[in-house]
């Protein structure tokens, strides 16, 4: 090698030996003495040389498992759930009203929604019996008809646009009683069909029977009644 070529890497390599050392102090101030890399997997590791309280760094990962920690375990068995009317669904670890439809066999509500986890009239058409239909959102079946006549045994008129047997078709219907205010999509008067016209006292609507009530799930009780009865729904400290 010839002096002006071991000139020339002498001079690279103290560029890139003061670059390196630039960014070095760069991130040793800007992370207080940490460098955090990632390995192949993606799983953070640190570098440290005494941490933010001189006694090293708490990691991404070691800051997951203390959250983990702090959180209450969840369910395995219906047993753990405090009430004989709540069971337990294992999957996401909570208590529930229902898992199967065998947990639903008191009254015309005897499917188990999957998607709320509470006993309904039904799921689909089939639920319903001949000539009914179950209508979106309530998850109760109407009667269906084709003119106005068919629905007069039942006190009712055909809405012809629904081809139900309803009661209303508009919340002026409604109006003249105060306790049953607004028509639903079934076609009959009830307190509510969103959580906006239910009382502070009982704030959420149970759209699958048009009543508001204190709660629906454990989510809307607090730490003094922390379960929600599905049979009353109303937040209860347990048996």
């Keep these: 090698m010839t002096s002006r070529a071991a000139a020339r890497v002498s001079l690279r390599s103290v560029v890139v030996c003061g670059v390196v050392g630039l960014v070095s102090a760069l991130c040793a101030s800007a992370c207080q003495g940490q460098l955090r890399l990632e390995d192949d997997a993606g799983a953070p590791f640190s570098v440290s040389g005494g941490g933010l309280d001189g006694g090293g760094t708490l990691t991404e990962a070691s800051a997951d498992a203390a959250d983990a920690a702090a959180k209450p375990p969840g369910c395995t068995k219906d047993g753990e759930c405090g009430l004989a ?15 199967t439809d065998d947990q639903c066999a008191a009254g015309d509500r005897h499917r188990c929604d999957a998607a709320l986890h509470r006993c309904v009239e039904c799921g689909v058409d089939g639920d319903c019996g001949a000539g009914r ?62 959580d906006a016209t239910c009382p502070a006292g009982k704030p959420r609507c149970d759209r699958t029977t048009g009543n508001c009530v204190q709660c629906l799930g454990a989510s809307d009780c607090g730490a003094s009644a922390p379960l929600c009865n599905p049979t009353t729904s109303a937040c209860v400290t347990g048996p």
Aim: charged share 20%; glycine share 6%; with cysteine.
């Design 133 to 194: 239909v179950c209508v979106p959102g309530t998850r109760r079946c109407a009667t269906t008809c084709q003119q106005l006549s068919e629905c007069v045994f039942l006190g009712d008129f055909c809405d012809m646009a629904k081809h139900i047997c309803a009661r209303c078709t508009d919340d002026s219907i409604c109006k003249a009683d105060p306790d049953t205010p607004i028509c639903s999509p079934v076609g009959d008067c009830v307190q509510c069909v969103t």
């Design 85 to 99: 009317a709540l069971h337990c669904d294992v999957v996401s670890g909570t208590c529930v009203a229902c898992v």
